[in-house]
């Protein structure tokens, strides 16, 4: 009932840029709180890269402080990353999520996109 669908992955060359945008939508969808990204790639923990809450305040991992901005569309239940001078070791699955709740009494859940791979060559 709720789905979130990533674009914007693909191959890059190492210090190129991308922009991965998400959309949360369902038929049922009372209200979006936290948004932001997750990656995954071999031999690397499952980690938060950049969340944004609803009042624009976000939050990186060190690693990709000052080359990743997260941004977000309330209205239109979206968030964005844009990805600056780009790392082989920036290489991995990038997920969306979202700390949601489908209708008003029901406790905040999480939701993660299909995921959107990145490859960056060196």
């Known amino acids: 009932q709720v789905q979130l669908v990533e674009s914007g992955g693909g191959l890059v060359q190492a210090g190129g840029s991308l922009r991965l945008s998400c959309a949360a939508s369902?038929?049922?969808?009372?209200?979006?709180?936290?948004m932001g990204w997750y990656r995954e790639s071999a031999g690397k923990q499952f980690e938060l890269v950049a969340s944004?809450?609803?009042?624009?305040?976000?939050t990186y991992v060190d690693s990709v402080k000052g080359r990743f901005s997260i941004s977000r569309d309330n209205d239109k239940n979206m968030v964005y990353l844009q990805m600056n001078s780009l790392k082989s070791e920036d290489t991995a699955v990038y997920y969306c999520?979202?700390?949601?709740?489908?209708?008003?009494?029901?406790?905040?859940?999480?939701?993660w996109g299909q995921g959107t791979q990145v490859t960056v060559s060196s």
């Open positions: 369902g038929s049922i969808l009372d209200e979006v709180n936290d």
């Open positions: 944004m809450t609803t009042d624009g305040t976000s």
């Open positions: 999520w979202a700390r949601l709740r489908r209708w008003r009494n029901e406790p905040w859940s999480d939701y």
